[in-house]
């Protein structure tokens, strides 16, 4: 398996990790249609990582996010607008001021300057909001490709149960066949060729089950790239191939890779940026106005200036400042919790691995081709007489419930192999290995 890598420092090796991944990825077979007319097409697990990327529905809102928070860059580079201001004096009054001729009438225009680096902290914190943005994408692509692969894994171990499940249904109208001879030879009562049957019976309902657990597994899979139904009918991989451990401090060395904790360290740059803008409210703004005065009375004009500056800025920007630099500490209590919950929780899921890894390796390796030989032992014995059908009914049962643990532990292991790679933000081996789940 593999993992989508990031593009910024510390995680650059994302998106380059899956390109090396998807160039080495098998191609998709294409075969004849099935039973029901649709399209027999294998998928390989970097064809559905390459489909959910460019189609998931949750990934499609970032690209608008992002050029939101651009227009809000390019707001928060603005100086403060020119203001125009028109103000008329004594008009309207009693006396000597009644109707217009004692009005004084003003034009004036104002600007505020900013003092302090209110302009460049705004902008910088701006960026530091598009940084955290495109971090989270980087988060949600992750999430995306975990789910792929964990769906992905799903398709492959449904597979396996179907084809686990037609394999004890041929050994049980094996069985009805052989206790059929057996009853007509007057060799067994017909108590076990109507238990046989029975069985078989089971067995079909078995095959039945799994074929839709296999369907709705498919379906699962495709709406990660937001299809309505499947567009395949297998997937291409193979669950038992497993990449080669690495250390755990290895493993526990790459978390500060994952966009999980680049998320962190892009929120403290933001902080940090706010922080800065906050203290720079510390120095007050001047607005600046002049205009033209016409005094009505006299005919004449008058040049008009003035300078405002708020007091007490200093005083007014500490709640602020106090406000940003509590949620900066906040960033770094966050990431060094997130630190060791993410250090613990991987350091489960790598024994878990290790130990799901060992029971596959036990069970296909030493327990099935003992329990196989046995059964076929079994069979001869019981076509000659030897054993009887209760022997071959339990050495078949231990034959296909052995498969049936070799199945669900080398799916654990699978889907515990994407849960670290998830947490990690990297395959656990190098590519081309990293296409654990690749067949060959």
């Known amino acids: 398996m593999f993992l989508f890598r990031a593009r910024t420092p510390g995680a650059r090796k994302l998106i380059a990790g899956v390109a090396l991944a998807l160039s080495g990825a098998a191609s998709a077979t294409a075969q004849p249609a099935d039973a029901a ?9 970097g064809q559905a990582v390459e489909r959910a990327l460019a189609s998931n529905p949750a990934l499609a809102g970032f690209a608008f996010a992002l050029k939101a928070q651009d227009a809000r860059i390019g707001q928060a580079g603005q100086r403060p607008a020119t203001e125009a201001s028109f103000e008329l004096e004594n008009v309207l009054g009693s006396g000597d001021f009644g ?24 902008g910088a914190a701006a960026q530091s909001g598009r940084e955290l943005l495109a971090v989270e994408r980087q988060v949600a692509q992750l999430d995306v490709l975990a789910e792929v692969t964990r769906r992905f894994v799903a398709v492959a171990a449904a597979q396996e149960q179907l084809a686990l499940a037609r394999e004890g249904a041929t050994l049980a109208r094996g069985t009805v066949d052989d206790v059929a001879l057996r009853v007509r030879a007057a060799k067994s009562p017909e108590a076990e060729l109507l238990r046989s049957r029975a069985a ?13 657990e296999l369907g709705a597994a498919r379906q699962a899979l495709s709406a990660t790239w937001g299809s309505a139904r499947p567009d395949y009918s297998r997937v ?18 790459r978390l500060d890779a994952n966009p999980d904790f680049l998320r962190f360290a892009t929120v403290a740059r933001l902080r940090d940026a706010e922080s800065r803008l906050a203290r720079t409210l510390r120095r007050p703004d001047l607005e600046v106005s002049g205009g033209v005065r016409r005094l009505e009375e006299t005919k004449d004009q008058a040049l008009v200036m003035g300078i405002s500056v708020p007091l007490f800025a200093s005083r007014r920007a500490e709640p602020a400042i106090a406000e940003a630099d509590a949620l900066r500490a906040l960033a770094d209590v966050e990431r060094d919790a997130a630190r060791l919950e993410a250090r613990t929780r991987l350091y489960g899921l790598y024994q878990q691995l290790r130990q799901a890894i060992r029971e596959t390796d036990t069970l296909r390796g030493d327990v099935l ?13 019981y076509e000659r007489g030897r054993y009887g059908y209760l022997e071959l009914v339990d050495a078949q049962a231990a034959f296909l419930e052995a498969r049936g643990a070799a199945i669900a532990s080398a799916t654990t292991a699978q889907q515990l192999l994407a849960e670290i790679e998830r947490l990690t933000g990297e395959p656990l081996a190098d590519a081309p290995a990293a296409n654990a789940l690749e067949k060959p």
Not at 200 to 212: F, G, I, M
């Open 99 to 122: 109707g217009l001729d004692a009005a004084e009438g003003t034009f004036a225009l104002s600007q505020v300057i900013e003092l302090g680096g209110k302009r460049d902290a705004r």
């Open 200 to 212: 078989l019976s089971r067995d079909l309902l078995e095959v039945q089950r799994a074929e839709a």
């Open 369 to 381: 081709p003992q329990l196989d030989k046995a059964l076929g032992a079994t069979r001869y014995a």
């Open 37 to 45: 007319g649709v399209a027999a097409a294998s998928l390989t697990l």
């Open 236 to 253: 291409q991989a193979d669950l038992y191939r497993m990449p080669a451990l690495a250390d755990f401090e290895a493993l526990a060395a």
